[in-house]
């Protein structure tokens, strides 16, 4: 290559390829001419660098030779890199430094010491940057060799089998707090401070007896959360910093409320729809609140004891599985109108499906397996005659029926959610049960149930059952009902007497009327219940989240 | 160095990890919470990202995919490096700042591969353009010094503990010694045509080893490497590591065990005694009916050898202890596949 043309082209210092080792020389020298003579004219240079590159982009060539006595300097297609493959021959000694040639002295001056001539490794510089005096790279040869250099890697500190750090801590925080929502955790914002936007917000979380004051929590979002996630990822954190009590570990048993700066939920508003995202919202302060927070207790199933009669049967209510036979048929006795212990005759239990068969009256009502039977006289059997020894009894047993479907109102209370309760007017009848507001309501702001009447047919009633009995005269039932194929609840609250009337009167009812609402809903009972005992709460890890 | 409160850098036990879904993640090892989240691609829409030219100059291009093929501390601890498609961007560890310190662009293609000098003063890469470079870290130069090109894509680069030689392996099976100072090299081929995932070297520098996509893992004995002695290299032994391919191995700091992962789901980890089974640790589902839960990508051990963090596709990077195989920690938050993980963990006394 014409070493003038080259270095005519080269002033910028683009490329030299293939040079022998005394032509790099003479090129580096030239171009030093040429920047003295042109100075720094800007522009121009820049002009004349584009165009230059350009045209040696297009050219470049890559190659790598490791013998021989050429010195090579290479570049890729993006003139970003470049190699120099050291030649231990070359011996600067042979090269003049010119006056033009600006601080080489002190670069040059130590090869003479050296052993080996050192390579003078810095070739034409490329930069990106808008620079175009000579840079003398850093890296000389000698810098390079010490760069380079073999440490000796056998003088070493002796690993000597101490503990690490992460050893210390994993034995102080023993468990991992096996957190049931990890999923949420992608929601936190508190990592992405900067970089995506976020949220933050200070949430009350549940009240319980020992807090006397409430003190929020303050969670960071990302601001594309859902609701859910946010519920989620807030009870993540709460389950993070080991707070207490334990949080139910299915996120849709909580809702998110907004409230006031003090921790005051506002029962204005309904909760924060789930599905909504939570940029959608401008509130920074929300309470998390346990859905369907009324009475809380699984509502029990009432137990009753069925006692079929000549022309009727009887509900007799017991506490538990566990209440003997004995106990139940003085109740059922009881019931009788004018039966004396001891005196008039003789009755004893039967299994209604085990006619003749008298039931062991030390026996638990477990150990039976059924919930119905037969009150037969002594020395007789089922469906005879009544003697007219006792013609009270049966209809006595006939007027709890019939009363049963009689129409009776009850003034109780209604439980909506949060503990907010409406006065009501439950109006109960064999063909069908009716709730009305009373409109006398103490003047309340908070009013925001707009207690519509309902009608339920006795025909879509499942379930009547006492949830709560604290006193005479505080307790609860619940009504369970279909509607639209699903089943529905309500809570009423009233004295204890009452209660256990209309519990009693509305089971009545359901008896009689054997409805398939109700056996469905127990059916349904049935298959939760032995789903959920064999429910494995081991959670497998999900691959591919959203 | 000072590391400001709260920051990564001031832990003296960091864990990051890194993979398809954008995002470095630094966990609290110990606990398994995720303490900061570093977004890799610069996100023009995001409402938080600040405005104007990033420092070190110059615009931030990253087109075609952000994810980080590989993560790497740098020794002094105040930086780490992600390595992705045509860049490798250091963040620095001791702030929050969120975007990168220094961007390394120019380079074509996927880089595989990052590792640091032990005293901070260079870091090497190495990548599908075929070349292992070397780049000056004390100067703000954004380009490489030194390219050493072989003839297929690489896919790992390891340093001697003598920080003088390079090990370069690729996928056309072969592994290159490249000494730094004398520019020689030479190549082993254990496996022809069979690409070579990862090669390592032991502390001590007593053995090498290298798996490839056969699942096989080769191990070498070392020697000479000091001073003016070129490194020798003796086959050791053969193992059939896994059935599947095998992505990464990783010899313990005390040299005592070597750790491979693979596409079977498993980490294994061997005795370098005898490189007989020591522990399996698994992801498998016990459900024979389900598929591959996903693929064992990257492993590094405690300080002390007794625990090994695992990086796997199923989004998850775990804890674990070597000796019985039963995870510590999971660290969840990835919302795609975890490819690498840097850990750096300090020693007591």
Redesign the interface.
Not at chain 1, 163 to 169: A, P
């Given at each position: 290559m014409d070493l003038s043309k080259q270095c005519n082209l080269n002033w910028s210092r683009i490329k030299i390829v293939h040079c022998t080792k005394l032509d790099k020389i003479l090129c580096i020298q030239n171009m030093n001419h040429l920047d003295s003579v042109f100075g720094f004219d800007f522009l121009f240079c820049l002009f004349v660098w584009v165009s230059l590159s350009a045209v040696f982009v297009v050219l470049g060539t890559?190659s790598?030779e490791?013998d021989g006595e050429k010195s090579h300097v290479t570049s890729?297609?993006?003139g970003?890199?470049?190699?120099v493959?050291?030649d231990h021959d070359v011996d600067l000694e042979k090269f003049n430094p010119s006056s033009t040639y600006g601080d080489s002295g002190s670069e040059t001056q130590g090869s003479n010491g050296e052993t080996q001539g050192y390579v003078y490794s810095q070739s034409v510089d490329?930069?990106?940057?808008w620079d175009f005096g000579i840079r003398r790279r850093?890296?000389t040869a000698e810098e390079?060799?010490s760069?380079?250099?073999?440490?000796?890697?056998?003088v070493?500190s002796p690993?000597?089998?101490?503990?690490?750090?992460?050893?210390?801590?994993?034995e102080?925080?023993p468990l991992?707090?096996n957190n049931p929502f990890?999923?949420y955790?992608?929601f936190?914002g508190?990592?992405?401070?900067?970089?995506?936007?976020?949220k933050k917000i200070d949430v009350y979380l549940p009240l319980h007896a020992s807090q006397d004051k409430l003190q929020p929590m303050t969670v960071v979002t990302i601001a594309n959360a859902k609701v859910h996630d946010l519920i989620g990822l807030i009870c993540w954190q709460y389950t993070?910093e080991g707070r207490e009590p334990k949080l139910n570990d299915n996120v849709n048993a909580y809702c998110l409320h907004i409230a006031e700066d003090d921790g005051e939920v506002d029962t204005d508003f309904p909760p924060l729809d789930s599905n909504e995202p939570i940029h959608k919202f401008g509130f920074s302060t929300l309470a998390l609140v346990e859905k369907y927070s009324s009475p809380g207790l699984a509502a029990k199933q009432s137990l009753f004891v069925r006692i079929n009669a000549a022309h009727g049967f009887s509900l007799i209510q017991v506490d538990s599985m566990k209440v003997t036979m004995k106990d139940i048929l003085q109740k059922a006795l009881k019931r009788r109108k004018g039966s004396q212990r001891g005196s008039g005759p003789q009755y004893r239990l039967e299994k209604q499906s085990e006619p003749n068969v008298p039931v062991d009256l030390d026996c638990t009502l477990e150990s039976q397996s059924t919930l119905e039977f037969c009150l037969v006289r002594e020395n007789s059997s089922r469906g005879e005659e009544i003697s007219e020894e006792d013609p009270q009894i049966d209809i006595a047993t006939v007027q709890d029926m019939l009363s049963s479907h009689h129409y009776k109102s009850f003034k109780v209370s209604m439980i909506h959610r949060l503990r907010f309760t409406t006065d009501v007017q439950l109006g109960i009848s064999g063909d069908k049960v009716e709730i009305d507001p009373v409109t006398n309501q103490k003047a309340s702001t908070k009013f925001w149930i707009k207690q519509k009447p309902i009608s339920i047919d006795s025909e879509l009633l499942c379930a009547c059952d006492l949830a709560e009995e604290k006193s005479p005269s505080h307790a609860i039932f619940k009504l369970t009902y279909l509607s639209n194929h699903d089943y529905k609840h309500l809570y009423f609250e009233s004295d204890a007497a009452t209660v256990n009337e209309i519990v009693l009167k509305v089971n009545y009812i359901l008896e009689s009327r054997a409805s398939t609402a109700r056996a469905d809903y127990f059916a349904q009972k049935q298959r939760k219940l032995s789903r959920r005992t064999s429910f494995s709460f081991q959670k497998?890890?999900k691959?591919?989240?959203? | 160095m000072n590391a400001a409160q709260g920051t990564v850098g001031s832990d003296p036990v960091i864990l990051a990890t890194a993979g398809y879904d954008h995002t470095v993640r630094f966990w609290q090892a110990h606990s398994g919470i995720c303490t900061r989240t570093v977004q890799h691609q610069d996100s023009v829409s995001s409402p938080a990202a600040p405005p104007g030219p990033l420092p070190g100059g110059g615009p931030l291009l990253s087109p075609g995919g952000a994810q980080v093929n590989a993560l790497e501390i740098t020794p002094d601890r105040s930086m780490i490096a992600a390595a992705g498609y045509q860049h490798i961007r250091m963040y620095d560890l001791n702030s929050n700042n969120p975007n990168p310190v220094i961007n390394y662009d120019g380079v074509s293609k996927n880089i595989t591969s990052v590792g640091f000098h032990e005293d901070g003063r260079w870091m090497y890469t190495g990548g599908e353009d075929c070349m292992a470079r070397i780049w000056d870290l004390r100067s703000r130069n954004l380009q490489c010094q030194r390219i050493f090109q072989v003839n297929a894509p690489i896919n790992c680069v390891c340093l001697h503990p003598n920080q003088a030689e390079l090990i370069v392996g690729d996928q056309s099976g072969a592994i290159h010694i490249w000494d730094l100072k004398t520019d020689h090299n030479e190549q082993l081929i254990p496996e022809p045509e069979v690409s070579v995932n990862s090669v390592h070297i032991d502390p001590d520098a007593s053995y090498m080893a290298a798996v490839n996509s056969s699942g096989n893992c080769y191990v070498w004995n070392l020697t000479g490497g000091i001073g003016e002695e070129v490194t020798q290299l003796i086959p050791k032994t053969k193992i059939p590591a896994h059935n599947r391919y095998a992505l990464q191995c990783k010899f313990s700091p005390d040299s005592t065990l070597l750790a491979t992962c693979s596409a079977d789901q498993t980490c294994k980890i061997w005795r370098t005694s005898n490189f007989s089974l020591m522990t399996e640790l698994s992801i498998k589902s016990n459900n024979p009916g389900e598929t591959s839960r996903g693929w064992m990508w990257d492993c590094a051990f405690s300080g002390d050898s007794q625990y090994i963090v695992t990086a796997s596709s199923d989004n998850l990077a775990r804890l674990w202890c070597v000796e019985t195989g039963e995870i510590k920690r999971e660290y969840s938050g990835h919302q795609k596949a975890v490819v690498c993980l840097a850990f750096n963990d300090s020693v007591l006394g």
């Open positions: 890559v790598m490791q890729d297609d993006t970003m890199c470049e190699m493959l050291i490329i930069t990106s940057s850093s890296n390079l060799s760069l380079f250099e073999k440490k000796n890697f056998r070493k690993c000597s089998g101490k503990q690490s750090i992460l050893s210390v801590r994993l102080q925080c991992q707090l990890n999923e955790s992608k936190d508190k990592g992405h401070v900067g970089t995506t936007a976020t993070s497998e890890k691959s591919g989240q959203q | -």
